[in-house]
Structure formats: C-alpha cells, structure tokens
C-alpha cells in the first residue's frame, strides 16, 4: 500500500547537477521524516539525507552537506534532492525512504552514475 517512486536520475558528468524527485502514496506523507539513502555497486546502503517533516530541519551526511539538499513539498507528497558539484564517488542507487534504517520502507531507487 505505501508507494515510493523514485525518479530523475541519469548520467551526469563530474561537477554536474541533477534533482531526484519521490512520488509517495498510500500514507499521510506530510506527518513522515522522510530520508534518501544510496547505495553503490558491492557496499553497503548508505545514508544521505533526511528532511523533518514539516520541511524545516534538514541533515545531511558529511559526504554531501553543502553539495545536496533535500526539500519536500507536502501538498504534492512529494520528496526532492537537488545534487550538484556531483563526484563521480556519488554514482549510486538513490533511494527514497520513510525510516533509512528499515530496507523495507525503501522505494524502488533511481540509478545516479557520474563519468566523463
């Protein structure tokens, strides 16, 4: 029944930009913290970002604070993450999530690969 539908990546090149968008349903989305966690080919899910959910407190992994950031618009129940300066150590499956501990509350993903 809950539904998370991640979209937006691609290919992209070093210092390039891309925004992630995520479609959730099936849930009251503006009463979630909601989260993005990634995870590139043979590590483990690593986690990126979460947004409270009202929309005014955000964190972020060291890895991308002051590169990323991640919005929310409730009244769409839909998630964002505006990438830039993107490093080609950010190519990853970018997920979605409602708690980034619990792999089971994670979307489908949408693949980010950054090469030149």
């Known amino acids: 029944e809950v539904q998370l539908v991640e979209s937006g990546g691609g290919l992209v090149q070093p210092g390039g930009s891309l925004r992630l968008s995520c479609a959730a349903s099936?849930?009251?989305?503006?009463?979630?913290?909601m989260s993005w966690v990634r995870q590139a080919p043979g590590k483990g899910p690593e986690w990126v970002s979460t947004?409270?959910?009202?929309?005014?407190?955000?964190y972020y992994a060291d890895s991308v604070k002051d590169r990323f950031t991640i919005s929310r618009d409730n009244a769409k129940n839909t998630l964002y993450l505006q990438m830039n300066s993107l490093k080609s150590e950010d190519t990853a499956m970018y997920y979605c999530?409602?708690?980034?501990?619990?792999?089971?509350?994670w979307g489908q993903g949408t693949q980010v690969t950054v090469s030149s």
């Open positions: 099936g849930f009251t989305f503006g009463t979630y913290d």
């Open positions: 999530a409602t708690n980034p501990r619990d792999l089971t509350s």
């Open positions: 947004i409270r959910s009202g929309g005014g407190t955000t």
